[in-house]
Structure formats: structure tokens, C-alpha cells
């Protein structure tokens, strides 16, 4: 018998960090650094987060 390994060539996986920020008193923080911690909370201690977005503005032509 002959021993064959499956090579499962392993894709790197991209991680994008989203910043976010606290709805309290606008600490921002990455995602990265929230799914470290073993609740999702601020370190003011508020749990409501929203999630920062650029200040572009996206218009669509209507059909």
C-alpha cells in the first residue's frame, strides 16, 4: 500500500480591519482588537458600536 497525502493548498485568507466606534463617547476601535476581547464592549463600558465609513457620498444616475 501506498501512502498519498492530500496537498490542500492553503489560500491566505484577507482580513480586512473595519474600524468602529463607540456611540458614547466615540472611541474608535478595530475589529481586530474586538474579537480579542471575550465580550464586545467599550472601555467606557457602553456596548453599542457603529461602524465608521468614509464621508463619500455615492449617487447613482436614475435609469
Known amino acids: 500500500m501506498v501512502d498519498e497525502e492530500i496537498g490542500e493548498e492553503e489560500t491566505p485568507v484577507e482580513t480586512f480591519d473595519v474600524s468602529y466606534s463607540c ?3 466615540g472611541t474608535s476601535v478595530l475589529n481586530s482588537e474586538l474579537s480579542r476581547l471575550p465580550e464586545i464592549k467599550c472601555i467606557c463600558g457602553f456596548r453599542v458600536f457603529t461602524k465608521d465609513r468614509p464621508p ?3 449617487t447613482v444616475k436614475a435609469i
Open 23 to 25: 456611540l458614547r463617547c
Open 56 to 58: 463619500v457620498v455615492k
